[in-house]
């Protein structure tokens, strides 16, 4: 059974629409993150969570918003979108939040911005 | 700030061929290095991490010697096969950037039979 859960897996969508990406990880893990990675940038950070409190934000736009409502969930809504945000956007967790833990990754939600 | 430079891909080899894809880092801090395989519509996995200096990581025939002097990580394999074909990330964490990890560019192998 997967163990991180992300959805949809694909998602087309207009500019200036709003979207959120859904996150679910059942490893029991207290800390999650989000990626993106396009052409442009393999594997790009953009968020850490660890039990539901923000503690990284590499995201310069604000139209992106993780939102925790369990400690095993971390959705990204993804507001006023734009061509440029097309990207597959990767959930990870770890164990712990530190330099040393081992994140898993999500199979991706590929983004397509029209 | 924190950086990782690999090999440029592809790298296109034969099977049973051996394997070495150079990683270079920077970072003022003293980090866990990962090695991290990407397959075709799949996220990344770890495919071994090492936290320390001076010592190696391992893992299905891949190894990577973590060498603080001369800040590399490279990642080697005796005998490559068809199934390792994918896309290959070095990457590192630090305490001085929240813990967040930087991922190189990646180096796509093609391993044909």
């Known amino acids: 059974d997967p163990k991180i859960i992300q959805k949809p897996k694909y998602l087309v969508a207009v500019t200036g629409s709003e979207k959120i990406l859904i996150c679910e990880q059942y490893?029991?893990?207290?800390?999650m993150y989000w990626y993106r990675q396009s052409a442009k940038k393999p594997l790009e950070f953009m968020f850490s969570?660890?039990?539901?409190?923000?503690?990284d934000n590499q995201t310069a736009s604000s139209r992106f918003q993780p939102q925790s409502s369990k400690k095993n969930h971390l959705d990204l809504q993804i507001t006023a979108l734009k061509p440029d945000d097309s990207a597959t956007y990767f959930c990870?967790?770890?164990?712990?939040?530190?330099?040393?833990?081992?994140?898993?990754f999500g199979p991706g939600t590929r983004l397509t911005v029209l | 700030g924190d950086s990782v430079t690999q090999t440029e891909g592809p790298v296109t080899l034969s099977e049973g061929t051996s394997l070495t894809v150079n990683c270079s880092y920077e970072?003022?801090?003293?980090?866990?290095l990962f090695w991290y395989v990407q397959y075709p519509g799949e996220g990344p996995q770890l495919l071994f991490k090492?936290?320390?200096?001076?010592e190696k990581g391992s893992s299905r025939g891949f190894e990577a010697t973590y060498n603080k002097e001369a800040t590399s990580f490279h990642l080697q394999k005796a005998s490559v096969q068809e199934s390792d074909s994918a896309v290959y990330y070095c990457?590192?964490?630090?305490?001085?950037?929240?813990?967040?990890?930087?991922f190189g560019d990646g180096t796509q192998l093609v391993v044909k039979p």
């Open positions: 990870a967790s770890s164990h712990d939040w530190g330099f040393y833990a081992e994140q898993f």
């Open positions: 490893l029991g893990h207290n800390a």
């Open positions: 969570y660890s039990y539901q409190k923000l503690m």
């Open positions: 970072t003022k801090q003293y980090p866990t």
């Open positions: 090492v936290p320390k200096a001076n």
């Open positions: 990457a590192l964490s630090d305490r001085d950037n929240n813990n967040r990890i930087f």
